[in-house]
């Protein structure tokens, strides 16, 4: 199934399909309108950031794991506990590379 969005500057719907730029350790995702090359940035992550993503599913599958069998009484508390403190650090971490992001996506040396 096509998912399909459509430009805000020209209203041409376009497919969903993500390009990427690496500048450094930083990599920005952006869709890219093939009519008018409009840039959307959909997310921009650097090394910090893909790891606390990591970390952050890595704590998922154990939440999934501890429903499934015996463990701790306090394991669970303490696996929301670590993913609430990575939610906050990803918050606070995003705002500043989203800004990174749409800078690099709007600098007139990008090719
Ligand atoms: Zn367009």
């Not at 794991?65 to 696996?79: C, D, I, M, N, Y």
């Amino acid at each position: 199934m096509n998912k399909f969005v459509y430009c805000d500057k020209c209203g041409h719907n376009f497919d969903i399909s993500l390009s990427e730029i690496h500048k450094g350790d930083i990599i920005v995702q952006y869709l890219e309108c093939p009519a008018c090359k409009a840039k959307y940035h959909v997310c921009t992550t650097d090394t910090e950031m893909r790891r606390l993503i990591k970390k952050r599913l890595t704590i998922l599958d154990k939440i999934a794991e501890s429903r499934e069998k015996v463990v701790p009484a306090g394991t669970s508390q303490k696996l929301q506990n670590e993913l609430k403190k990575i939610l906050t650090l990803q918050k606070k971490l995003n705002s500043r590379l989203k800004k990174c992001g749409e800078e690099i996506l709007n600098s007139p040396d990008m090719t």
